[in-house]
Structure formats: C-alpha cells, structure tokens
C-alpha cells in the first residue's frame, strides 16, 4: 500500500484548478474513478456536481506506428432524476509515421446521456446497479467526420472484497457499420486507497475482425474528491498488435454552493 504525505497532496491540489481552468469553491463529493477504463459504472453525478476524468498521459502503439493519446477527457455533470450529461473527446497525436504524413486529430468524440434504473450497492443499497448509456457519436477533427449513435446496458455489483461492471453496447459508426462491444470490470475492495483493477472487452463491426483487449491498472484514491490512475493495456485488432499505457485523473467538484 502506498501512502502519501500530506505536503504532496497540498501542492497537487494547488495545481489542479490550474490544469482545468475552473475557478470555483468546490464542495466534497466522492469520486469513484472510472478511467482508465473503455467500459463504464452504474452510476451518475449527483445533481449539481462536476466529474472531470483526464488522461494527461497516455502512449499507443499499433503495428509500426506510435501515437500520443492525450490529452483526453470525459465531463460528466449531474442532472436531476439519476441522470447525468456526458461529455468526451481524445486528442491524438502521431509521433511516427509508415509512409504517410504525422497528423494530430480529435478523436473518440461524443455526447450522452446516462441513467440510473435502479440504485444498488454503487449507491450504498443493496443488490445490483443497473443503467444505460445512450448518445450522439459527433464528427471528429482530422478523423471520421461522420455522425454515429450508440446506446449501452450498464450492470454494477459491490461487495465488500470487490467490485465488478458488465457493459453491453450496439453502434451506429460514423461509417454507418453497425458495431457491438461487451466490457467486463473486476475491481479490489473499494476499502482500499489504491485498488488494483482488471478490464476485458470485445469489439466488432459487422464484417470486419473481432477486436479483443485486457487492461490492467491501479486506482489511487488520493481524496473523496481526487483518485489517480495508471493502466497498461494490451490488444489485438486489424491483424496488428496494440500496446497502451494510461495514466491520469479523476476529479469532482459542485457547482452548487453550500447553504
């Protein structure tokens, strides 16, 4: 187990406004990190509140080239009813090239919105979360200019020694392809201040090869309102090997002050 000192965590909190260009008085909330993941929780912001997941690092390799995958971000913000807007985008950024131009482009770009059907043990009740996430696929700078859809299934269980997530998802692609994913998480003991974590998932688009990737990370609960993550991530698709590594944040804060 690691423990940070408290002078570290002082000066990372300092620079975090910084990095995010918010100035506002943030009141606490708990924020259970779901980066560095492809798959998501059973659970939504509470109304009012602001998670920001950042990937301020992050490096893939596929067959010959190499790309810088940051930085990527997902905004999520509380809505009333169980309900949250979900906001995400991916800079990508070519560092080498198999014979064509480098370019930087604006990737995995989207609009959603998540609902919780039913409150369970990712809400402090007891039995399984469920909820679906459905939304606009948007163009991308640089990349697909196309506009898609996708709405997805969420089912999250809590238990004292572990946490796991099973995501089904259908696609409309920006090619107009129809496309299916299933993800699967297993976390430690959410007890833990730095939980090891583990994701699977395959992908498909009709007619094409299926995609398969793990992912193995760490998730540093630093706060109630700050958790750090790393994750190293291994896949197979399109005939080619890919190898990622991941690391950033994920941050909470309220936009309603406190009486």
């Known amino acids: 187990m690691i423990v940070a000192d408290r002078l570290g965590n002082k000066r990372l909190a300092r620079l975090l406004p910084a990095l995010v260009a918010v100035n506002l008085a943030a009141a606490p909330l708990v924020a259970w990190s779901y980066r560095p993941f492809d798959s998501t ?12 997941e950042f990937g301020a ?3 893939l390799r596929q067959g010959q080239e190499t790309f810088l995958t940051a930085p990527a971000f997902v905004i999520n913000f509380g809505l009333p009813d169980d309900r ?3 906001l995400q985008g991916q800079v990508q ?15 995995d770009t989207g609009l959603f919105l998540k609902q ?36 997805g299934g969420i089912f999250s269980e809590r238990w004292r020694t572990a946490t796991t997530h099973l995501n089904t998802a259908f696609s409309w692609t920006r090619q107009h392809r129809p496309e299916y994913f299933l993800g699967w998480i297993l976390e430690g003991p959410n007890a833990w201040p730095l939980r090891p974590a583990l994701e699977l998932f395959a992908d498909r688009q009709s007619d094409a090869p299926l ?9 540093w609960r630093a706060s109630d309102t700050l958790s750090l993550d790393l994750g190293i991530r291994a896949a197979r698709a399109d005939g080619s090997n890919i190898y990622e590594l991941r690391a950033g944040l994920t941050w909470g804060f309220s936009l309603l002050r406190e009486p």
Request: net charge negative; hydrophobic share 40%.
């Open 211 to 219: 995609k398969r990737s793990a992912l193995a990370a760490l998730i």
């Open 57 to 59: 690092l992050g490096f």
């Open 93 to 107: 950024s070519q560092l080498n090239s198999a014979g064509g131009p480098r370019r930087t482009s604006l990737e």
């Open 84 to 86: 949250e807007i979900v």
């Open 116 to 151: 919780v059907h039913r409150s369970g043990g990712l809400q402090g009740l007891v039995g399984p979360s469920l909820a679906t996430e459905c939304g606009i696929l948007l163009p991308t700078i640089e990349g697909e200019s196309g506009v898609g859809a996708s709405c």
């Open 41 to 52: 929780d059973a659970d939504v912001a509470a109304k009012g509140e602001v998670e920001l």
